[in-house]
């Protein structure tokens, strides 16, 4: 199954994206756009801090729940 035809808006970007691809060579300069900044968009790993404050509370609540089921086997 064959895509249909593109839609004139797209073959516009695409034309324009043509355009600054030979211009750039021409001039011997990158005019693409540059990447998003670090900034907008959050670190996909929590800060180091969060993390460790996180992994402490999980461990006393583990060491909760242990200390809670061996004093109700011990009864």
């Not at 990447?35 to 996180?54: F, N, T």
């Amino acid at each position: 199954m064959s895509p249909g035809p593109l839609d004139p808006t797209i073959l516009s970007l695409l034309a324009e994206i043509d355009e600054e691809a030979e211009m750039s060579s021409l001039l011997g300069v990158d005019l693409s756009p540059a990447g998003p900044s670090a900034s907008h968009a959050p670190s996909i790993y929590p800060p180091l801090d969060e993390w460790l404050r996180r992994s402490e509370e999980v461990h006393r609540f583990l060491r909760a729940a242990k200390r809670a089921e061996r004093e109700g086997r011990g009864r």
